[in-house]
Each structure stands twice: as C-alpha cells, then as structure tokens.
C-alpha cells in the first residue's frame, strides 16, 4: 500500500479514477445534494478501492450492470473526514455511488435569500481547496488524482447554476418547477478545483475569452471594476504561453466568500470585497488568472509542496502588474508582501518549520496552518532565481517548466530536479537547498525598494512624535498608500488621534475595504467607540477571513472588547461559511 499523500486515504496503487459523471439534485429545502456519482477507472481494477469522503451519506455502490457492490466506511476523523472503502469485484473500471452531502457540508455555504444582493433567492457554492472536495462528492481527494468529468445538477427552475467547467444546454428537470444544467470539464483537474454556484446569477461578457457571472444587482459595478481582464490574459499568455482552458470567466460571490479569489478553472470566483470603484484591487484577478498555468496546469503533489503553487504565482501577479502599471508598481506590492512575510513569520516563530517552503504537514489541518509563508517566502525565492539567472533565460525555463509539467502535480524535489537540469548551478548560487528546506529568511534575500514605501512608513513610524500626514496630500493617496500607511501605525492610538484620523479623512465611511478594515482594526485595538456599530456591520456582510481573523483576534484580545466579538461571533456565525466559522472559533479559544 503507498499513501502519497498525507492528507487523503486515497492509494493511487489501488486504482485512479481518471474520470467521473456526476448527476446531482440541489434540494434547498433539506440542504443537501443528493444524487449519483459514477467513477471511471484509468484501467480496471480489482479489491479494495479507498475514496475520501466527509459527512457523506452513502446509500449505496453499484457495478456497471446494476450489482451491489461490498462497502464499509471508517469513523471520521477531524481532520482527514471518513475513508469509503469498495471492494471492486475481479476486474472492474466502473462504478456508481448513490449519495447525499450533509448539510454541514464543509465546502459548501447555503445562503438565506437575506444574504444574497438581490434578498429574493436562496444561494449556494462550494470552496474545495485544500481538502473539501470530499464533502462534495466521494472522490480521490488529493491534487495527485486528476480527473475529468460530466456534470448534471438539477435546481429549482427559478434558479441558475454555474460550474468550473465548459457548460453545455439547460433544460427541464424531471421534477416539475426545476431545471437541469450540464457541463462538461475535458481537461483534467484536481478535486481541489471542482466547483460551482447556484443562484440568481447573470452575466456580461468582457472580452473574446472572458465573461463576469454575479447577482443582477453586481453586474454593473462588477463588469467595470474587471473590464481590463483581457489585458491581463494577454500578459499572462506573454509570459507562461498560451491559455490552455479556453475561457477565463469569472463569478463575483456574495459578500461571505471566505477568500479573496479561488482559481477555478474557466471561473473563478471573486470576493465582492474588490468592488472598491476603483480598479485598485484587481491584482487578485490577476493573481487568480496566474493560477490557470501555476496550479491548474502544474499543481503541487500534497499540501508539503504547496509553495509551488503559490509562490510561483504571487510572482506571475507582479510579472502581469508590473506589465500593465510598472516597476514602481510592483516594488510596492513585494514590498507590501515583504512585510506581510514578517508577520507571518514573526507570529509562528523565525525558527518554525512552518516558515520552511516546503513543508511537512502531515498530522496538521490545511485551514490552521495556512499562512503568507508559501506566498511571499515562495515568491521571493522565485525572484531570486529570476535575478540571478537574468530576465531571458529565466522567462525561456518558465515558459519550459510549464510545458514539461503541463496536467501534472509535482513534488517539490521534482521541481529541485528540473531546476538543476535547466538551470545547471543556479541551485548552489543561491543556495536553493537553505531556501527550501530551512526555516527563516537567507541572507540573499532579493530586496524591493520603494521610495513611496519609505516615505508612508517613515511618517506612520513618527506618529507617536507628532508626525502627521499634510491632510491636504493625504486626500490624494491612492488606497493602496492608506493601506501601507495604516498597517505601519501604532495597533493602539489614544482617542484623540482616532477622532483626528477620522474626522481628516472619514475613514469609517470608507468604501475600499481593504484602508475601512485596516481603520477598524486600529479603533477596535483602540477601543475607539464610534466604529462600533461600523465594525459590527462590516463583520454581518463580510465572509472574506482576511478580514474577519484580524478584527476578531483584535476585538477578542482587548478586555473592553471581548463581549463584543462574542457577541458578533453569536449572531453572524451561521451566516459564515464553515471554513470561516471554524477559523474564528480557533481564535476564539485562544
Ligand atoms: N487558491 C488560493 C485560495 C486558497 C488557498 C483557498 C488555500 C483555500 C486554501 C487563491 O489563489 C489565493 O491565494 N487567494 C488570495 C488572493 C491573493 C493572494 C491575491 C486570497 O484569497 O486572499
Ligand atoms: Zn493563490
């Protein structure tokens, strides 16, 4: 027996599923998805089969000609879910397993009409990554098992469903008063990508290639805020090579999307927090779409490798910047991210291996441990090879890294393999081996100046001097100078300063979430009253964990304060998603 993969029951020994055909009814009224899954071997197979699956109800396994099939299930473990054992009779390559998800579902959100846009209809959507694909569907859920499939799922007629995956004709369901969709996903994928919404959805196309899917009332706002996406795909092709996916669409979510973007294939999904008015957070589009090469074509074995994913895509989104806005542009952003390093790193300890590229995560929960490190450690890593290889060379081994591993989940030795190959020597120059397997910072760490950084940070830092920005100049910062400008005060100001700061620049009245949070979580370390009502709003509409982690762990360290994140916790932790909800619960047991 070889389990490859630490995080999955799943032995790719015992057989692969190499495609599957889904047919799903969504019952809104029981929150649960019941319906069929067949699973196509590669090659046939006979004894037992391990499939992962969390919170499944399984009903029963059939063979192609409709026989029973034996099968037990193991009790759950927190962590990992439940193994689904099927024990394939001599020689088989198909199966049908006939299921219902629970409604606790852990990648699954069903919305109240309430928490939608438009308030009418109820909503629902799915957020696999890393390891939720099996409260979805029974499935090989590790990234080393890609599959193809066929989807149908069947709604209530009023209703649209959207999926990571070419969709084919609507049509009527067998039921009256539904509707089922179909859809077809030719290229494989690991289970981590698969989803899909249902909802009151719509759509405007933006370019040849791309399309923004949202509620009707989020259309317009979100077709502006996005209209230079072809742009960007055309960057993006400029420097990984063609687009294999056919189309980049993408889905604007309701406001309890726990992450700012999930790059799923052909639709990616985006928090409505980037709809600022003023394109300035479009870099998660790009980060999104840098993931159809880095990730959907090359993706990481198990979560130990998850750098690679990652990393190598937080460089593709400041490759794709620097092309459409320039080099001030994206020192800022590395710089920004640099920080941000520091305080990841800080919070686990210089010395955890937790700070390591690769890591080894076995025995750990992919939500605890997920932090900036894979992010910007892996992209300043991928940047010290660009620089030391030079421009040319390094653009040619990308565009060749990508080709070699196209449709392939890659340890990160194998990557340390090819770099060696095709870059002979660069791994001794920069001492790849400190970077990957080491905890910490190396001292050849590539160094990002931005004289705007300098001169945002130097005047928070002199705050407490009586430093103040000229109000007249900081009316004209863009928001991503407020952002810095923020993060670099002091956590805790006296009240004086947070009436000064709010009443110069009406910060809580803000529309950019990202300077409105950076301010609440000030006021709230503050214990500045006003915010309040602010803040306990802002945590009702918003699902995105960027968010609702540090306000929390803000509002709950403060002893003025920890009622009222408890409060807030009780009356909005249904209306999370259960990814979310379980990040601040860990947070607030301390
Ligand atoms: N794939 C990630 C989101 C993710 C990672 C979900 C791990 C679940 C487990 C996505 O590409 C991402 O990194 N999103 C970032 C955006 C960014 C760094 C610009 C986010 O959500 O903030
Ligand atoms: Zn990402």
Redesign the pocket.
């Known amino acids: 027996m070889s389990r490859r993969d630490p995080h999955s029951f799943s032995d790719l020994d015992q057989g692969r599923v190499a495609s599957m055909d889904l047919d799903l009814n969504v019952n809104f009224a029981t929150s649960r998805i019941e319906g069929t899954a067949t699973l196509k071997l590669a090659a046939k197979a006979s004894g037992p089969l391990d499939l992962d699956t969390r919170d499944l109800e399984i009903k029963g396994v059939t063979d192609a000609a409709g026989n029973k099939l034996e099968w037990e299930i193991t009790e759950n473990d927190d962590i990992l879910g439940s193994c689904l054992r099927i024990n394939l009779n001599g020689g088989m390559d198909s199966f049908t397993i006939d299921y219902a998800t629970s409604p606790k579902a852990s990648a699954l959100q069903w919305l109240e009409p309430a928490q939608t846009d438009g308030g009418k209809h109820p909503y629902l959507f799915s ?1 696999c ?2 390891i939720h694909a099996r409260s979805v569907i029974p499935c090989q859920d590790s990234p080393l098992a890609r599959f193809t499939f066929t989807a149908r799922m069947t709604v209530p007629e009023e209703l649209t469903v959207v999926m990571a995956a070419a969709p084919g004709k609507a049509a009527e369901g067998a039921q009256s008063g539904t509707r089922s969709f179909s859809f077809e996903m030719p290229q494989s994928i690991p289970p ?1 990508l698969f989803a899909f919404a249902v909802g009151n959805i719509v759509s405007e196309d933006l370019g040849p290639r791309s399309r923004v899917y949202t509620e009707p009332e989020t259309l317009e706002k979100s077709a502006w805020e996005f209209a230079e996406v072809d742009k960007m795909l055309l960057a993006a092709e400029d420097v990984f090579g063609p687009y294999l996916w056919d189309r980049f669409d993408f889905l604007v979510m309701p406001g309890s999307f726990p ?5 799923n294939p052909r639709l990616t999904f985006l ?1 409505p927090t980037l709809l600022a008015g003023d394109r300035s957070l479009v ?2 589009l790009a ?2 779409l840098a ?1 159809s090469w880095t ?1 959907n074509l090359v993706t990481n074995a198990t979560m130990d490798d ?1 750098w690679l ?2 990393g190598f ?2 460089w593709a ?1 400041r490759r794709i910047l620097e092309n459409l806005y320039g080099k001030e542009a994206k020192s800022l952003a590395s710089a920004i991210g640099r920080n941000g390093l520091m305080e990841a790193m800080n919070s686990f300890g210089m010395d955890s291996p937790f700070t390591q590229l690769e890591t080894d995560s076995k025995g750990s929960d ?2 605890e441990f ?1 932090s900036l490190v894979p ?1 910007e450690k892996g992209y300043l890593f991928v940047a010290l090879l660009e620089q030391t290889a030079g421009q040319e060379k390094f653009d040619a081994f990308i565009k060749n890294y990508i080709k070699h591993f196209s449709f392939t989940s890659i340890t990160t030795a194998q990557f340390e393999e090819f770099l060696n190959a095709e870059l002979p020597g660069i791994s001794e120059q920069v001492r790849a081996d400190e970077w990957i397997h080491q905890a910490g910072l190396p001292d050849n760490t590539p160094v990002f100046e931005s004289e705007r950084l300098a001169m945002l940070e130097n005047l928070a830092k002199s705050w407490s001097d009586g430093g103040r920005p000229e109000v007249a100049e900081a009316k004209k910062w863009t928001a991503e100078d407020w952002q810095i400008f923020l993060q670099a005060l002091p956590r805790t100001l006296p009240e004086a300063d947070c009436v000064w700061l709010d009443e110069k620049f009406d910060l809580t009245s803000q529309g950019n979430c990202e300077i409105l949070c950076n301010w609440l979580i000030i006021a709230a370390g503050s214990g500045y009253e006003p915010t309040f009502d602010r803040t306990a709003r802002f945590l009702a509409e918003v699902g ?1 964990m ?1 968010y609702l982690k540090p306000l929390y762990t803000t509002l709950y360290a403060g002893e003025k304060t920890r009622g009222m994140a408890k409060e807030i916790f009780a009356a909005n932790a249904d209306g999370y998603h259960p ?1 979310a909800r379980g990040g601040i619960e860990r947070i607030m047991a301390g």
Do not use: C, L, S
Request: no cysteine; net charge negative.
């Open positions: 957020q990554q890393a981590y992450y700012g973007g999930m790059e928090t870099n998660v980060h999104e993931h990730g998850f994913n990652e895509t937080v989104e992919p939500d997920y992010y995105r960027k990814i």
